[in-house]
């Protein structure tokens, strides 16, 4: 995470020297989906970050067997930056990959299209953050559905491992 912010991206450099910093709000979509994309772009001058002199560069959607399924044209922002948000087709699942097309160069970020359905429940567990040596915490677990409802005739493993940590005061 990034200042509270799940992030999923990485950084990408082009050939021309300008960095860029694509990212999605999440790693997995199912078909038909809005993908919310943004990239930060700059350039190193004089050893310096600054914001590229560019009005715009091209976004491009590939899907699994490398088949464009989307394009447009982005303004960057006087910040530096774009954004889009865009609907996959309802058809495709795999590793898909954006292309951010700045000049003649080009970085990816990649992302999965999979069909999957979201925890239909949830587990819960609340206990001292800390306890010390010979201490017998109570740990309480709590479940229930989505909707509500306490889960019934689940069964429960779990276990406990510890690990020596140093010690060093404020």
């Not at 910040?79 to 495709?92: I, Q, Y």
Request: with cysteine; hydrophobic share 35%.
């Amino acid at each position: 995470h990034q200042f509270g912010v799940a992030y999923w991206g990485g950084l990408g450099e082009t050939p021309g020297g300008i960095e860029v910093y694509p990212f999605t709000d999440r790693p997995v979509y199912r078909p038909g989906e809005t993908v919310h994309f943004k990239a930060i772009l700059r350039e190193r001058i004089e050893g310096r970050l600054g914001r590229p002199d560019l009005a715009a560069v091209d976004l491009r959607c590939y899907n699994a067997r490398d088949q464009q399924v989307y394009e447009t044209n982005l303004a960057v922002t006087v910040a530096g930056s774009v954004a889009h948000s865009f609907r996959l087709p309802s058809a495709g699942r795999g590793s898909h990959r954006l292309a951010l097309v700045v000049g003649e160069n080009e970085t990816s970020h990649t992302f999965e299209v999979q069909d999957y359905r979201p925890n239909a429940f949830e587990v819960e567990l609340s206990g001292p953050a800390a306890f010390g040596p010979g201490a017998m915490p109570t740990v309480e677990l709590s479940a229930h559905y989505l909707s509500g409802q306490a889960l019934s005739r689940a069964t429960v493993q779990w276990w406990l491992s510890g690990a020596d940590e140093s010690f060093a005061p404020e």
